[in-house]
């Protein structure tokens, strides 16, 4: 299969531990995007990146959130000194240039709970 | 700027009977709009889009959704629910020129009883 991947699937850390999540998208896609979604609510854009270039982020990724798409092809989400808050699932997704603008192709996520 | 709600956070249906999930949109350009799918401890699939070619668009899984500008408006319908359609539904808006950045509504959940 060689759909969006992402890891870990789950991961539990203590307050103000780091976190970081990494993300493998379609292979021959070179935008890749991060949302977050909570509980009873859709995915919130967080930023996304056109091949290594990251091009837009959102209000909600404060300082404490960093990604990186070293290569243009897999990228890392990471979260520092966590918060409660932070607690969600991480969504990844991917999709071509030139294709149909919206289309995308979504990982299973990566959950995070934050104790 | 775009915005997406879904009317009803809940919908619960009996096998067999009409699905009707609602979302209006707002967006100052002709947007494109879509409804993905989540199933439980999945990712997001898409069911259809609309892309200012046939009003009415067709998905997968027997779904369908007509587009009304006048309305603002991309109800997602389905004749006969079946079980397996039980799983929360997403609309989103996108425009044109930002990237392909999706905005989701806030999910509809929606329950099929034997």
């Known amino acids: 299969d060689t759909g969006v991947s992402q890891d870990p699937r789950h991961k539990i850390t203590k307050r103000g531990q780091n976190v970081t999540f990494r993300c493998d998208p379609i292979s021959e896609h070179n935008r890749l995007y991060w949302y977050r979604q909570t509980l009873g609510q859709g995915p919130e854009f967080l930023t996304y990146f056109q091949n290594e270039a990251q091009l837009e982020k959102s209000r909600l990724l404060s300082d404490r959130f960093s990604a990186e798409r070293p290569k243009g092809s897999f990228s890392t989400l990471e979260i520092q000194r966590t918060e409660q808050g932070d607690s969600a699932m991480y969504l990844c997704a991917s999709s071509l240039v030139g294709t149909l603008t919206g289309e995308l192709f979504f990982g299973e996520g990566s959950r995070l709970t934050v104790l | 700027a775009q915005s997406v709600t879904q009317l009803g956070s809940h919908v619960s249906v009996s096998e067999g009977a009409l699905v009707l999930l609602r979302c209006n949109y707002s967006?100052?350009?002709?947007?494109?709009l879509f409804w993905y799918v989540q199933y439980p401890n999945q990712g997001l699939q898409l069911l259809l889009k609309y892309t200012s070619a046939a009003t009415l668009v067709k998905g997968i899984n027997g779904f369908e959704a007509e587009f009304k500008k006048s309305e603002t408006s991309f109800h997602l319908t389905k004749p006969s629910a079946h079980m397996s359609d039980a799983a929360e539904y997403f609309c989103?808006?996108?425009?044109?020129?930002?990237?392909?950045?999706?905005?989701f509504g806030q999910g509809t959940e929606l329950s099929v009883k034997p």
């Open positions: 989103a808006v996108s425009l044109g020129n930002q990237g392909g950045k999706l905005i």
């Open positions: 967006s100052s350009v002709p947007p494109y």
